[in-house]
């Protein structure tokens, strides 16, 4: 009887973590893209390497520019929640396949933390800009470089979490945590190979 019991939640365990696995695989239809108020980056440059993550279609759309609605004058920084709300209102469609990715060029927060680098809400991402940056201006490709990588890194990692993935404590995958920057900039812009196999 034990071994039978033990057979049947093998069996229950089995076919909920293969629903959990079929939910993941090939969801992603379209990944829209979208600047919130003015930022240093031309967001065509981010396609290729998201292309590559996900494999679907990405496309740039126009954004809101009202970023200021979120700032908080005491802590001189912009309030994640409220933009991931603003940028709801813009989803083309409430396609459970799609997903949305607005970047910010202004220091995010939320509630019990001193910043963040992105944050993801239902289908919804927001990526900031301000600590990417290596120097104040961006003037040379290797500045560029280092803002264009650290921003990729953050975008396929908040899309993995709006898809239900985890942080992944192999430090070269997409879906480490980064605690800092160091952290980012070691980490690699793919999955590791068990995130991959979530997939597909
Ligand atoms: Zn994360
Ligand atoms: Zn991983």
């Given at each position: 009887?034990?071994?039978?019991?033990?057979?049947?939640?093998?069996?229950?365990?089995?076919?909920?973590?293969?629903?959990?696995?079929?939910?993941?695989?090939?969801?992603?239809?379209?990944?829209?893209?979208?600047?919130?108020?003015?930022?240093?980056?031309?967001?065509?440059?981010?396609?290729?390497?998201?292309?590559?993550?996900?494999?679907?279609?990405?496309?740039?759309?126009?954004?809101?520019?009202?970023?200021?609605?979120?700032?908080?004058?005491?802590?001189?920084?912009?309030?994640?929640?409220?933009?991931?709300?603003?940028?709801?209102?813009?989803?083309?469609?409430?396609?459970?396949?799609?997903?949305?990715?607005?970047?910010?060029?202004?220091?995010?927060?939320?509630?019990?933390?001193?910043?963040?680098?992105?944050?993801?809400?239902?289908?919804?991402?927001?990526?900031?800009?301000?600590r990417f940056k290596p120097c104040t201006e961006i003037d040379t490709?290797e500045e560029e470089k280092i803002l264009l990588d650290r921003?990729?890194?953050?975008?396929?990692?908040?899309?993995?979490?709006?898809?239900?993935?985890?942080?992944?404590?192999?430090?070269?995958?997409?879906?480490?945590?980064?605690?800092?920057l160091?952290?980012?900039d070691?980490?690699?812009?793919?999955?590791?190979?068990?995130?991959?196999?979530?997939?597909?």
């Amino acid at each position: 009887m034990r071994i039978k019991i033990f057979w049947f939640i093998l069996f229950i365990n089995n076919i909920f973590l293969l629903s959990v696995e079929a939910k993941m695989i090939n969801r992603l239809e379209k990944i829209y893209l979208t600047a919130v108020g003015d930022i240093a980056l031309d967001l065509r440059k981010l396609i290729p390497s998201i292309k590559n993550a996900y494999h679907c279609e990405v496309e740039i759309i126009p954004g809101f520019r009202e970023v200021e609605i979120a700032y908080n004058k005491k802590r001189k920084q912009y309030y994640a929640p409220q933009i991931l709300q603003e940028l709801e209102k813009l989803v083309p469609s409430k396609e459970q396949n799609t997903r949305l990715v607005g970047i910010v060029d202004q220091d995010l927060y939320d509630e019990g933390l001193n910043f963040i680098f992105g944050e993801a809400r239902g289908n919804t991402t927001i990526v900031s800009l301000w600590r990417f940056k290596p120097c104040t201006e961006i003037d040379t490709q290797e500045e560029e470089k280092i803002l264009l990588d650290r921003t990729i890194k953050t975008v396929i990692h908040e899309l993995g979490h709006t898809l239900g993935l985890g942080h992944c404590n192999n430090r070269k995958c997409v879906m480490f945590f980064s605690n800092w920057l160091g952290d980012t900039d070691y980490k690699e812009k793919t999955f590791c190979e068990k995130c991959q196999k979530k997939f597909r």
